[in-house]
């Protein structure tokens, strides 16, 4: 005997099935209110504390990065709170069992999948708590230097003396070596130069010395050092060093700029020459020859 399966059949069975689903709907809707309104509370609650954790507990961090992560943490977690307790309220305990086993063979997954950027996120965290860096520190790292200006869970940015951004990602940023200028509000400028062999070689020194004394103040056990060299081809080199305040790559530039002026004009005064290399092409009828004069002279 067959049995005839109609439109009728299915159209009966289909709402059956949606009365069940609108019975239990009805039957379940103070807990789906409820579960709502606990979403909103844990929400609202959620950027409170956020709110709270940054202005009044982080008063002390002065690290930006550490207060935007950590308020970041707090909403994330309060938010998971919430939904977990309202689909207590929904009766979904298996729901939820089922949520957990699965986000932890999804987390392995992803976990293995992106370790490079797991990496970078705990780099991120690293940098955020270290006092050996903060937001507008000048540094120098993988051959760049420029002011930190954001340090997030990925990378760490800085902008150059010429404006232009670089990223670097934050694993490779913790396994390298930096510099940061601003950890100390002094520093030492060198300053290289030379002068003639007629020179004489302690009024040399003693005007250099007084010359950087006199327009670089130093300050408590700080002092101008001075040192002759080498014999150059042309010259008798030596380098200057002194303090002053230093923070970042232009404030060298500029101590350097300074300091080469001041020592030029009190040499013309004094008549001390700072040579230069002479060459002298000789054309010959089927040779160039090329004479070095490295005697200093300025002739």
């Not at 002479?278 to 090329?290: P, S």
Request: proline content about 2%; glycine content about 8%; overall charge neutral.
């Amino acid at each position: 005997m067959q049995h005839k399966f109609s439109f009728t059949d299915a159209v009966t069975k289909l709402w059956d099935k949606l009365d069940g689903w609108i019975e239990s709907i009805i039957l379940k809707l103070p807990n789906i209110i409820m579960a709502v309104l606990v979403m909103i509370f844990f929400y609202i609650l959620a950027r409170v504390l956020r709110k709270f954790f940054k202005k009044v507990l982080l008063r002390k961090v002065s690290q930006v990065s550490i207060q935007e992560i950590i308020g970041k943490v707090v909403f994330v977690t309060v938010l998971m709170i919430g939904f977990f307790v309202a689909l207590g309220i929904l009766d979904l305990d298996k729901v939820l069992t089922s949520i957990l086993a699965g986000a932890g063979v999804i987390g392995l997954a992803v976990g293995l999948a992106l370790q490079g950027t797991l990496s970078n996120t705990f780099g991120g965290l690293i940098l955020s708590f270290m006092p050996q860096l903060k937001i507008n520190d000048w540094i120098e790292a993988e051959g760049t230097s420029g002011k930190v200006t954001e340090i997030s869970l990925r990378n760490i940015i800085l902008t150059k003396a010429d404006n232009n951004i670089v990223v670097i990602p934050n694993s490779k940023f913790i396994d390298g070596a930096f510099t940061n200028y601003t950890l100390n509000r002094r520093g030492k400028v060198f300053v290289n130069c030379g002068v003639g062999y007629e020179s004489d070689l302690q009024v040399v020194e003693d005007l250099t010395v007084k010359v950087i004394k006199e327009n670089f103040k130093q300050q408590g056990n700080e002092e101008v050092e001075f040192f002759f060299t080498e014999f150059g081809d042309s010259s008798i080199n030596f380098v200057v060093l002194f303090w002053t305040d230093l923070q970042d790559k232009k404030m060298e530039l500029a101590s350097q700029h300074k300091a080469i002026k001041l020592i030029k004009s009190h040499f013309d005064q004094k008549d001390i020459n700072i040579p230069f290399p002479i060459r002298t092409l000789d054309f010959g009828k089927n040779n160039l020859t090329v004479l070095s004069d490295k005697s200093g002279s300025d002739s």
